[in-house]
């Protein structure tokens, strides 16, 4: 089993920014995928950023140039750096976690944008 507790959420006005954390614990594999997904009131959830235990990062259309993703494999940690937040961001941000073949989500947290 993987537990996955995100923080960082929070309410920030267009244009500011906010950065997103994610620390897993439980059984581990060295080689995974964690990242972020998002679900909007009303909306399906979406994908954000995801990122390999390598290293190789995977952004959505929308967040490109705006949001960084990294993590910290020593410390089984992944961060999201979310800049130039505008409404449209405004949702309940969720970690995840690939290992093997299952797929482990945190409980999520919401961001709220402003305008």
């Known amino acids: 089993q993987v537990q996955l507790v995100e923080s960082g959420g929070g309410l920030v006005q267009a244009g500011g920014s906010l950065r997103l954390s994610c620390a897993a614990s439980g059984s581990i594999f060295r080689v995974n995928v964690m990242g972020w997904y998002r679900q909007a009131p009303g909306k399906q959830r979406e994908l954000v950023a995801t990122i390999t235990s390598g290293g190789s990062t995977n952004y959505a259309d929308s967040v490109k140039g705006r949001f960084t993703i990294s993590r910290d494999n020593a410390k089984n940690t992944v961060s999201l750096q979310m800049n130039s937040l505008n409404p449209e961001d405004t949702a309940v941000y969720y970690c995840?976690?690939?290992?093997?073949?299952?797929?482990?989500w945190g409980k999520g947290t919401l961001v709220t944008v402003s305008s």
């Open positions: 995840s976690l690939s290992n093997l073949a299952m797929v482990y």
